[in-house]
């Protein structure tokens, strides 16, 4: 078989993925797999920003690989994190998947018009089309495992514009966000990866997910968390293992909030009621945090806190159920959040973690 043949196998065979996975998903209760989990995007998945023509990174920071076409593409970064390296491989995989949407696009569960900004809005596992422009504001809920799949310019143009768009649920490795030309998100928090036509631009934004771009890629005091090959997302995690806990209550995004410190049972605000008074904010169980799963900590013999400094961006539990038994604390995990943490802390419960929630990863 050719190359073209190859090519057209492979746009085939993620069709069949994400359509099957819809019509899984509709099953009383059955989990779906993640689309990119199941090999989807091919040898791209491993990354978490892919551009042709240019990258530009100023005052940011991207967990996970960026990928380029080719040696002759333009790298900047300027006061950047990242971790650069030459993959035609995973660009060619990503075109792939691009094209095989491009040829094949809906049927749509649901289509928005030009006025639609999805603000308020609560989707499902589907497919959702914009057969123009799509201008996003406010907050969306996305709801089940997924997934979901955005189609922008499904009548042949349209670009993606988000500006104070947040994005909150479930697996953001899940959501795909297909645009026919260019995406620009500003002052956004963002769920998904975004596969977009043209260009990529990226101000003052969080992503969790994947910037994947057939143009150049623009961050600018900007983060992206990148979804792994296993379909999760790459987290900044506590120094030395373990995590921080706040409460679900305190958990939107925007909040200032307090992860640590000898005030956390006043500061912290629990669904199911008022958390043991002795709990400081750290959790030594499990080593890895994950949606899903609950945490525990023991006051009277516990692991102590990391030393610090802590990464400019972490990792953190969010738990809506907290209770004593013994000395042993524990509690539920319905969400992990990214948090920009502030100066100041230190492992004494007197010097309080502080810091801002950015982001909702699951």
């Known amino acids: 078989m050719g190359l073209g043949g190859m090519k057209a196998v492979g746009r085939t065979l993620f069709r069949v993925r994400v359509l099957g996975l819809l019509f899984l998903a509709t099953l009383g209760g059955v989990s779906a797999v993640p689309a990119q989990a199941s090999g989807g995007l091919g040898s791209a998945a491993g990354f978490a920003v892919l551009a042709s023509t240019a990258v530009t990174c100023t005052d940011a920071s991207v967990t996970g690989l960026v990928g380029v076409n080719s040696s002759s593409t333009a790298i900047t970064s300027t006061r950047c994190s990242m971790q650069?390296?030459?993959?035609?491989?995973?660009?060619?995989?990503?075109?792939?998947?691009?094209?095989?949407i491009a040829g094949s696009l809906g049927p749509c569960t649901q289509t928005f018009g030009i006025a639609d900004t999805l603000a308020g809005v609560s989707l499902g596992p589907g497919v959702y089309c914009f057969p123009a422009a799509a201008t996003l504001t406010g907050t969306l809920t996305l709801t089940g495992s997924g997934p979901w799949v955005f189609e922008i310019g499904t009548l042949g143009t349209g670009a993606l514009t988000a500006t104070n768009f947040t994005v909150v649920g479930s697996n953001p490795c899940n959501a795909t966000w297909w645009v026919r030309q260019a995406a620009t998100a500003t002052t956004s928090a963002f769920q998904g990866d975004i596969l977009a036509g043209a260009d990529i631009t990226l101000t003052g934004t969080g992503l969790a997910g994947r910037a994947?771009?057939?143009?150049?890629?623009?961050?600018?005091?900007?983060?992206?968390?990148?979804?792994?090959?296993?379909?999760?997302?790459?987290?900044?995690?506590t120094p030395g293992g373990g995590s921080f806990v706040i409460g679900d209550q305190n958990s939107a995004i925007g909040?200032?909030?307090?992860?640590?410190?000898?005030?956390?049972?006043?500061?912290?605000?629990?669904?199911?009621?008022?958390?043991?008074?002795?709990?400081?904010?750290?959790a030594e169980f499990p080593q890895t945090p994950a949606c899903g799963t609950n945490w525990s900590a023991d006051p009277g013999n516990s692991t102590p806190p990391p030393q610090g400094p802590l990464p400019a961006y972490m990792a953190v539990i969010v738990t809506s159920s907290s209770t004593k038994s013994g000395n042993t604390i524990s509690g539920d995990t319905p969400h992990i959040v990214i948090v920009k943490t502030d100066p100041g802390y230190a492992p004494d419960p007197g010097h309080a973690g502080t810091g801002t929630v950015v982001l909702m990863v699951c």
């Open 255 to 282: 909040s200032s909030v307090e992860f640590w410190g000898a005030q956390w049972a006043k500061l912290n605000s629990l669904s199911a009621g008022p958390a043991p008074r002795s709990f400081k904010g750290f």
């Open 212 to 237: 994947f771009a057939t143009g150049a890629v623009t961050m600018t005091g900007s983060n992206v968390f990148g979804c792994t090959a296993a379909g999760t997302v790459a987290l900044p995690l």
């Open 84 to 100: 650069t390296q030459v993959a035609p491989g995973a660009y060619a995989d990503f075109q792939t998947v691009y094209n095989g």
